[in-house]
């Protein structure tokens, strides 16, 4: 897949600026394999990058200035030192640009002008971070071409204020490490509080297995305002309790933290939090032995916890877990922040394509418009292409 992106930006850097670029970077979506709501949380979460890439193809330009062009808006968007002087500037996607440019800038480097172009066939408003992929080539691409010190562990906080402080999304550090820092054949098992990483053994293709993408196509609905609100609700709980994040509620003390709180809401979203990083680390454990295989119910109990207690799933999405569960998958979860998306299901390999049938075949049941799939295996992170 990343050819065909790759050669789509190096025609659109073409058309657009006359010449071929200096260089093309690459950096994936990610599927967040189980840990969801517990980034922002200091928890733990356990996500791969996806074969699907977003491909930067860009040169040097005199001057602070910045020029990309988009093959799939069609639009180019310019921005100068002034707007990368204050966040917020920039709005649109040319804001994930900006803010990079912007957060590097805070951050003491002399970032290079430059002129971008970027093809990308990680899909839109899915939850498989497109726009951490779009950052992480974008900076992967200005820290090359200005010969930056900012080695890859530092990136992924970098990438992220880019997204909270300029753009203004309040995302956690999840889907900037995961873009940056993962490696094929393996998931990132990140400790949020600290960003400690391990790089887990999730070798798919010698078990068997694959992992069936579904995208629900459903319309993302009040997502942002939600997110918000799950967000302030945890941090609310965990005020009440005296700590700083759920994180610190070990599973064994999730009863006595739950008797300590009044509202039945606040105890559902305290419940999911604690009950998923221990998935996460059940997971892990499982997955350090060996045994890919065994991981599928903790997935599905990750599902429903997420459906019941964070109450954040869609019918499309529920719809989806059920026929996949149905169909055969050893276990299947919503992947992302909520309120639509996307699907995981850990399938046998010759499984995948009637399993997603069956997906489809649910949805015209139920009236829902088609949904899109793609099977996948863990990829490699943000890299230069050449």
């Not at 310019?78 to 040319?94: C, L, P």
């Not at 850990?346 to 997603?356: M, S």
């Amino acid at each position: 897949m990343t050819d065909d992106v790759a050669a789509r930006a190096t025609a659109a850097f073409r058309s657009a600026y006359g010449g071929p670029p200096a260089g093309r970077w690459a950096a994936p979506g990610r599927a967040n394999l189980i840990g969801e709501h517990t980034d922002y949380n200091d928890g733990f979460v356990l996500p791969f990058a996806l074969p699907l890439r977003t491909v930067v193809a860009a040169a040097p330009q005199p001057g602070d200035t910045w020029t990309v062009c988009s093959e799939l808006t069609g639009d180019t968007v310019t921005f100068g030192a002034d707007d990368v002087a204050e966040a917020g500037r920039v709005a649109g996607w040319g804001a994930y640009v900006a803010g990079v440019a912007w957060a590097l800038r805070e951050a003491g480097h002399a970032v290079p002008g430059a002129r971008l172009a970027v093809a990308s066939d990680v899909p839109l408003g899915a939850g498989l971070s497109s726009s951490a992929a779009l950052e992480a080539a974008v900076l992967a691409a200005l820290v090359d071409l200005g010969g930056l010190d900012l080695p890859a562990e530092r990136r992924p906080r970098l990438a992220q204020r880019a997204e909270n402080d300029y753009v203004g999304a309040p995302t956690g550090i999840m889907d900037q490490s995961a873009v940056i820092r993962c490696r094929a054949g393996h998931a990132l098992f990140l400790d949020c509080r600290d960003e400690s990483v391990e790089q887990v053994p999730f070798d798919l293709d010698a078990a068997g297995l694959a992992v069936l993408v579904v995208d629900s196509r459903a319309p993302h609905r009040h997502a942002d305002g939600e997110y918000a609100a799950r967000r302030a609700s945890c941090e609310r709980a965990a005020g009440l309790l005296g700590i700083a994040a759920l994180r610190d509620v070990p599973a064994d003390g999730l009863a006595d933290a739950l008797a300590r709180l009044d509202e039945d809401e606040t105890r559902r979203r305290v419940r999911h939090v604690v009950t998923e990083n221990q998935r996460v680390l059940d997971t892990v454990a499982l997955l350090r032995a060996g045994r890919v295989r065994e991981i599928g119910p903790l997935l599905t109990a990750s599902h429903a916890s997420m459906r019941d207690d964070f109450e954040i799933t869609v019918p499309e999405i529920d719809t989806a877990v059920e026929a996949a569960l149905a169909a055969g998958a050893l276990g299947a979860r919503m992947t992302g922040g909520g309120f639509g998306g996307c699907v995981l299901a850990l399938v046998d390999a010759e499984r995948g394509d009637a399993v997603a049938d069956a997906v489809t075949a649910a949805y015209a049941e139920r009236g829902f418009a088609a949904p899109g799939h793609v099977t996948v295996l863990p990829g490699p992170g943000a890299t230069r292409l050449d």
